[in-house]
């Protein structure tokens, strides 16, 4: 599947997820036999922040096997997480990758309300990168999405890459109130 396509499919996926009342993403005891035998091939890999009012397979209503997660508080970008992109991109041929921020977001609001302690520091140590003296929490998610679609970029120039595969990277928020998400690129209307 193309980016295009997965793009496309993640749109539709969140459109049925908001008329929804229950989850829509094939999860029978087929599609996991099948996956199990045969392996998995997610059409789009989502970087999420670990928030557990964000599920990326309800939310573009997916199931098993169609989308590669990666969940960190504040959807922050470290090495792990480049070579989860990788293994993705290069092993299992997705073709997109999202940064899904969402509204609310907990380690948003740390980063600009000061310097927390301990380990939650270096979340907010990489915000506070991306997002600088903002003080609108909106904007600040959303600066915060693009700097982590930058690393992501960035790590496909740096020589480090085992992949020849560089697939297609997309920033998006998902809304807690509304459960809609909005693409954040040129289609979208959103200058970052």
């Keep these: 599947m193309t980016a295009k396509e997965a793009r496309i499919k993640l749109e539709q996926g ?19 036999e099948k996956t199990a035998a045969e392996g998995q091939s997610p059409y789009a890999v989502i970087v999420a922040c670990s928030d ?13 096997g169609e989308l590669f997660v990666i969940r960190v508080a ?9 070579g989860s992109i990788e293994y993705a991109a290069g092993h299992l041929g997705a073709e997109l990758v999202v940064v899904l921020g969402h509204t609310g977001c907990g380690a948003v609001g740390a980063a600009m309300s000061g310097r927390p302690e301990g380990y939650i520091r270096f979340l907010t140590d990489e915000i506070l990168k991306a997002i600088g003296t903002e003080k609108n929490a909106y904007r600040a998610c959303c600066l915060n999405v693009e700097h982590s679609c930058e690393a992501i970029r960035e790590s496909f120039s740096s020589g480090t890459w085992e992949s020849e595969s560089r697939p297609e990277v997309v920033g998006a928020v998902y809304c807690l109130e509304s459960g809609a998400v909005e693409f954040l690129d040129e289609n979208s209307g959103e200058t970052l």
Excluded: C
Aim: glycine share 10%.
């Design 14 to 32: 969140n459109r049925k997820y908001l008329e929804a009342r229950t989850g829509s993403g094939d999860i029978s005891r087929e599609i996991r």
């Design 52 to 64: 557990s009012r964000v599920i990326p397979e309800a939310i573009f209503s997916a199931g098993i």
């Design 74 to 82: 504040g959807n922050v970008i470290d090495h792990q997480q480049l």
